[in-house]
């Protein structure tokens, strides 16, 4: 049996390892100027080298800080499994956040809602790291298993 596309590793300190974003973000800056104006209601797709989806952003707002730096209002940011099968795996959910495109990294103040089939979790003051592969979240961390732990705490 093969891991589910949304495999993901808790340990102290709450970091959530999970598929890549992918590397579409380096040619999101030339596709919509940073001229000052907001882009509002938006979504954006990335795809792997295999031409399928491997993730989706959406936004109720999107302002360019810099053209790097990218204020997203409303963010949903769902992750897909690999092949033409592919069904959403993770989805990310802030109020506000920040994204950093040439790193593909992102963070937040505010409160991070992380959803799978197999857990959720909650918390504030968050970073992600393509690089890394993970997000880290600082404070009021809830996590909530959907399934039995069994014997993993013994």
């Not at 598929?19 to 954006?44: C, T």
Request: overall charge negative; aromatic content about 12%; proline content about 5%.
């Amino acid at each position: 049996m093969t891991a589910p596309p949304s495999s993901c590793f808790l340990f102290a300190g709450l970091t959530v390892f999970f598929l890549p974003f992918g590397p579409a973000s380096k040619e999101l800056s030339a596709q919509i100027l940073p001229d000052g104006a907001p882009v509002l209601d938006f979504k954006l797709h990335g795809f792997g080298d295999d031409g399928y989806k491997i993730w989706e952003l959406q936004g109720s707002r999107g302002l360019f800080l810099s053209e790097d730096l990218v204020e997203i209002i409303g963010m949903k940011l769902t992750l897909f499994g690999n092949g033409a099968d592919a069904r959403p795996g993770l989805t990310l959910e802030s109020p506000v956040s920040t994204m950093r495109l040439s790193a593909n990294s992102a963070g937040g103040e505010y409160g991070l809602h992380i959803r799978s089939d197999h857990f959720f979790v909650d918390g504030e003051r968050w970073q992600w790291n393509h690089q890394e592969k993970r997000i880290r979240i600082e404070e009021g961390v809830k996590v909530t298993f959907r399934e039995k732990l069994g014997d993993i705490l013994r």
